[in-house]
């Protein structure tokens, strides 16, 4: 982190970052969930067919366009805060950010299980990163 | 609330732990045999499509994309997140055994807990089951249209 950089400008970047790349991830889920088994589309219609599927859904679009702008943020973000700060944060403030979101929005069954799962992981991909 | 996957979804779910950690390892070698690239020698970025571990890599990352879709196309997003974190101790452990990287202590704790926590999903079912067209599936899709 730069000495110019305060606390509000890293953690705004940070969530920032993070927020987008659940919007996506979300979006792209739901896109696949209203689609249904791809592998059963590329059955029926072929590979050409079952891209044209996914394409065609304005909510994968979405969802790829917030997954493009997490990538420019994720470069803005690394230019004003430390590598070893920004990856593992963004990385489990996504983990838990996408367990909440997939139980609103998704209504996904985010059991004890789950939970604990993404505990460890968004844990995990801290220390991987000491 | 019952889904077991078939050998061929568990191939899908290899392939997401697998593909984007040793495409992302082969990336890294190809760009540091084309060396830094910047302003004034963008010609590199062009090479850099001919070098055998770019292309290598370039090809892993597309087939992440397309089994990571696949998967959400049939398991929950919180089934397969694991599935995705499992990257991380994946290169973890090529740095380890391919690169002779040493690990800490602290990267090996972090590994175990991954690997508990791809456990815990594991043993679960892949799916939630409810009505087609829920509500919150409606809004954001009205949100993307209206994008």
Redesign the interface.
């Known amino acids: 982190m730069t000495a110019s950089t305060s606390i509000l400008q890293t953690w705004t970047a940070i969530g920032g970052v993070a927020a987008l790349a659940i919007l996506g ?6 896109a ?8 059963l ?1 590329r059955e029926r219609s072929g590979l050409p067919g079952a891209i044209r599927a ?1 394409l065609s859904s ?2 994968f ?3 790829a ?1 917030c997954m493009a702008l997490n990538f420019f943020g994720m470069l803005f973000a690394l230019s004003i805060v430390d590598l070893s700060l920004a990856i593992p944060a963004i ?1 489990s403030l996504t ?1 838990i950010g ?2 909440i979101a ?10 004890r ?2 939970w ?3 505990l ?2 968004s ?6 990163s ?1 | ?1 019952n889904h077991r996957l078939k050998a ?1 979804q568990y191939a899908i779910l290899i392939a997401v732990m697998l593909t984007a950690s040793i495409g992302d390892a082969l990336l890294s070698r190809g760009m540091a045999q084309v060396g830094a690239v910047d302003l004034h020698h963008l010609g590199l970025l062009w090479q850099a499509l001919f070098n055998p571990y770019v292309i290598s890599g370039i090809v892993l990352l597309i087939g992440f994309f397309a089994s990571y ?2 998967a ?3 398991a ?4 397969v ?2 599935a995705t ?1 499992f990257g ?2 994946v290169t ?1 452990l090529l740095s380890r055994f391919w690169l002779h990287e040493h690990l ?1 202590p ?2 090996w ?6 690997v ?3 456990g ?2 594991a ?3 892949s799916r ?1 089951e ?1 009505s087609e067209n ?1 509500h ?2 409606d ?3 009205s ?3 209206g ?1």
């Not at chain 2, 929950?76 to 089934?79: I, N």
């Not at chain 2, 704790?109 to 991954?114: K, S």
């Open positions: 991830e979300v979006l792209i889920a739901g696949m969930r209203r689609l249904g088994d791809l592998d589309v996914v304005p909510m679009l979405a969802g366009l990385a983990y996408n367990a997939a139980k609103i929005f998704l209504h996904e069954n985010v059991d299980r789950r604990l799962a993404v460890f992981v844990i995990g991909v801290v220390l991987l000491h | 609330m061929s879709m696949t959400l196309s049939w929950d997003l919180t089934f997140m694991p974190a991380n101790v973890a800490s602290y990267r704790t972090g590994i175990a807990l991954i508990c926590a791809v815990f999903v043993g679960g079912p939630t409810h829920s919150g599936l809004m954001m899709d949100g993307a249209a994008l």
